[in-house]
């Protein structure tokens, strides 16, 4: 049985200017132990999916209008407060983006790093620092006995980062929830960071999910990946597959506009146009008006993911049916 | 190099670090750029890279004079630029304009796309009033955009329009050299491309010289003719981009190019791959020697005695490692 089993979860905005529908119908799982990639631009979508889990999308304006998240037997969009706290923060969490708004700067760094101990687990403070002290040491900070009592302004990015990851670690999660963890460092830094994931992840035998842009990071990474578009999932497969033989344009096109996988000198690939307004309602699949492929058919139904072989599906109706 | 349009003579940027509430002392100083060498030809795509803080929007900063130069010369088409007065300087920059990371903060949001494409041929009277406005519908045009758009205001736009402005913008003066400090990070793959696309395409037409700063080398070995790689204030490693790339000659080049993930996971999975050890060291208190040596794996007791020069390394590329024909 999968560890997570996300089923027609929408999560739409009410906002003055209109409904915009961030997250349209996706259901997807992940297994114990597995690394699951969520790709897609800005505004596809990816991010208001795990918020959504956390439970972490402001209502209002956000509304979760359908769908259901069961994490090992519970619910997580309708179970009670109560059971949500005790999963939440302990055994699923979460790393975001932004190392350097997401710590609070007017606390240390112990305080924060031991606080989901002290609210999950029957520990004194006492032992509670000395696990987040050793939580440090396994992520890679030097010194960590006395650099655990600075303040988040002494670390630099990828060391925030990393302190970022051992307060989501600390508490020993099944499930991690990785939302463009590497985005804001530098190459260098971010290759530390996603080898620190890797064994990290291994010797705690936990789920990942991660969320990025970067297709570089997601065939190292990833055991499977799924690439949404406008608030739905429009390929999903094993890594390997996806990437020697995407089947939905959006993906082949996502993968040709890469400067690295060009010939060097001709003009990069590029996908005309813009992704689409969320706030209109969507006539058919949301690519089509950007799509090379695109036809009448295209325009009649909003495609549904169907597998083109065992493990592989995409929401493409001119490649289900055999024309590209 | 015969005749180069920007030629930058061991520069220096320094800024001082001052402590003290009532009386202000330095107590340190900070070498953000600590001798550059470097020319520019016309036409010429020059990619600089490294990691953040090492000194490459600096760099930038100097070469258009928004900073002052501590020591060494900035010489745009043989005048040296740190020695105009006000008024020279105002006429150079019409041959020297810069393009920003962030087409959100660098866009005046009260003007319309008009007023600010107007701006610059206002301020230095490049055309008559009267034809104010062909010209500026003719750089939209430039930068594939219509010229319907001129009324709006930069909110109406998507990050790759305002970049796209923002370019038309820079071109309004038919500058000789452009500035790109990270003109790509800021937006998506896809839009990425675009805007990629058009830099290229301008500068083979117009004859541009760009400066293109980025931290991703697979933008920059794309998009350059030469790469120059910066640690800490000094440039590393200079050669032509495919070159410097594929066959990195400096151990953090080397880290730098094996840093990047590839997309492609059969690759991916099976190469090795250089993992620095650390942050980059702190410009304020810089380590002796070759500023890298802490980090390097094939660091020596000479790498600590001494800074290597940037010195050639064959006929194109210069290297500044004592140890690159032993590694």
Known sequence: MPLLTVTDLRTWFHTRSGVYRAVDGISFAIERGETLGIVGESGSGKSVTCYSLMGLVPQPPGRIESGTAVFDGTDLLHCTPREARAIRGKRVAMIFQDPMTSLNPYLRISEQLIEPLLIHEPVSRRDALARGVAMLEAVGVNDAANRIHSYPHEFSGGMRQRVMIAMALITRPELLIADEPTTALDVTVQAQILELIKRLQRELDMAVIFITHDLGVVSGLCDRVQVMYAGRIVETGDTRTLFRSPRHPYTRALQRSIPSLQAKGAALFTIPGLPPDLSQPIQGCAFAPRCEHASAMCLAGTPALAESEPGHAHACVRAQAGEI | MPNPILELTDVKTHFPVLSGFVRRRQVGTVKAVDGVTLAVERGEVLGLVGESGCGKSTLARTIMQ??????????????????????ELMQARRDLQMVFQDPYASLNPRLTVHATLAEPLRVHRVCPPGQIDARV???MRLVGLSPGFLRKYPHEFSGGQRQRIAIARALALEPKVIIADEPVSALDVSIQAQVLNLLSELCRRMHLALIFIAHDLSVVKHI??????????????????????????????????????????????????IVLAGDPPSPLNPPAGCAFHPRCPFAQDRCRAAAPPLAADGPVREVACVRRDEI
């Open chain 2, 224 to 273: 350059s003719d030469r790469v120059a790689v910066m640690y800490l204030g000094k440039i590393v490693e200079l050669g032509p981009a495919v070159e410097v790339i594929e066959r990195p000659r400096h151990p953090y080049t080397r880290a730098l190019v094996s840093a990047i993930p590839t997309p492609n996971p059969e690759i991916e999975r099976t190469r090795q791959r």
């Open chain 2, 137 to 139: 519908a003719e750089l």
């Open chain 2, 66 to 87: 928004l900073v002052p130069t501590t020591a060494g010369t900035v010489a745009l088409n043989g005048r040296n630029l740190s020695a105009c007065s006000p008024a």
